[in-house]
């Protein structure tokens, strides 16, 4: 043990370090068992949520007005260009079949 571990703590955060996971877990499972903190943490979470949002719809409003691509903008985008690769690949697929196509019409012309 070095001198430091062996010193009594000096606040109640450091009796709770010292004593480890097991009593950290014990503590915070207590702590969370009591309505008033479950409801606290609760209704914290909700208006995290409430204000991330607000926040989210603000940098939106200011990217608008400055003219710049948001989120939003960026997924719309991939959007349209997955739909645009798929759109290729079916095209490509067609035109391979026309070809195969020409191409075994030739060869019976020729066979002719």
């Known amino acids: 043990m070095t001198?430091?571990?062996?010193?009594?703590?000096?606040?109640?955060?450091?009796?709770?370090?010292?004593?480890?996971?097991?009593?950290?877990?014990q503590v915070v499972e207590e702590l969370l068992s009591r309505p008033a903190v479950s409801d606290g943490l609760a209704n914290m979470m909700r208006r995290?949520?409430?204000?991330?949002?607000?926040?989210?719809?603000?940098?939106?409003?200011?990217?608008h007005l400055l003219n710049l691509p948001s989120r939003a903008d960026y997924d719309k985008l991939r959007l349209k260009i997955e739909h645009l690769q798929g759109s290729l690949v079916n095209l490509n697929m067609k035109l391979d079949r026309i070809l195969a196509a020409q191409l075994t019409?030739?060869?019976?012309?020729a066979e002719d």
């Open 105 to 109: 019409h030739k060869k019976a012309k």
């Open 3 to 25: 001198a430091k571990s062996a010193k009594q703590p000096q606040n109640v955060l450091d009796w709770i370090l010292q004593q480890g996971g097991t009593t950290v877990g």
């Open 48 to 63: 995290a949520a409430k204000t991330k949002g607000q926040v989210d719809k603000n940098v939106e409003t200011l990217l």
